[in-house]
């Protein structure tokens, strides 16, 4: 069972500040996606890598997959409070029927 | 395009009751349909996947069940409902592709 561990947990910062969430695994995926959620939705995708070293921009977000397709992040400029949520990544492997492996999550609060 | 519903929103049902949640799919066919469950602000826990009618898989033992009687109807049902099995339920359809796509969820409640 290959296990996503998501980093911070929990992160707390000023409207303006910048955030890094880590996504890492010691196992490879054929595809990493990032959602968020907010209480009482289901998650939104945001985007979707697969390529190792692969880098995705949207709008003030950044998202890489690790060369070794292993790990990935997700960098937020000059966050604002409509970037609070829960952060989810989620990884899937070509032999996995189409299940994906899912991070506990990271808790984005950003203050005016 | 697609769209994904769940129904009930909320439900608050007692310790022993059945359970019967619905999740529909618009818009495509013969997807990949899957039923979570969420702990409060934390990852997703894969309850069942299913990739065509009939065919359920069960990721972890457990007092629900599964049914898909059609195409794009994905149904999640428990005979006798414990206090463990109140949560946020979410349903998501994929196509073998690299995304999945979530429903609105159902909060279920035991008490």
């Known amino acids: 069972t290959q296990l996503l561990e998501q980093s911070p947990q929990f992160l707390s910062i000023q409207e303006g500040e910048n955030l890094t969430v880590y996504c890492n695994s010691s196992s490879v995926f054929s595809s990493l996606q990032w959602y968020r959620q907010e209480p009482g939705e289901g998650p939104v995708l945001l985007v979707t890598?697969?390529?190792?070293?692969e880098v995705k921009k949207l709008k003030r977000l950044t998202f890489q997959f690790g060369d070794a397709r292993k790990d990935s992040s997700l960098h937020i400029t000059a966050a604002q409070p409509g970037d609070t949520g829960l952060y989810l990544c989620a990884g899937g492997t070509t032999d996995s029927w189409g299940k994906f492996q899912f991070g506990a999550g990271t808790q984005v609060v950003v203050t005016p | 395009s697609q769209t994904i519903h769940q129904w009930p929103a909320t439900l608050v049902q007692p310790v022993g009751s059945p359970l019967s949640l619905e999740c529909t799919v618009e818009g495509t066919s013969n997807p990949n349909l899957y039923w979570y469950r969420q702990a409060a602000g934390r990852g997703l826990q894969l309850l069942f996947y299913?990739?065509?009618?009939?065919?359920i898989s069960s990721e972890v033992p457990q007092n629900l069940s599964a049914s898909r009687p059609q195409d794009r109807q994905f149904i999640l049902s428990s005979k006798k409902l414990l206090l463990s099995d109140s949560g946020f339920y979410l349903c998501?359809?994929?196509?073998?592709?690299?995304?999945?796509?979530f429903g609105p969820g159902t909060r279920l409640t035991v008490t």
């Open positions: 299913s990739v065509g009618i009939g065919q």
């Open positions: 998501a359809w994929g196509n073998y592709g690299h995304e999945q796509y």
């Open positions: 890598v697969v390529t190792g070293g």
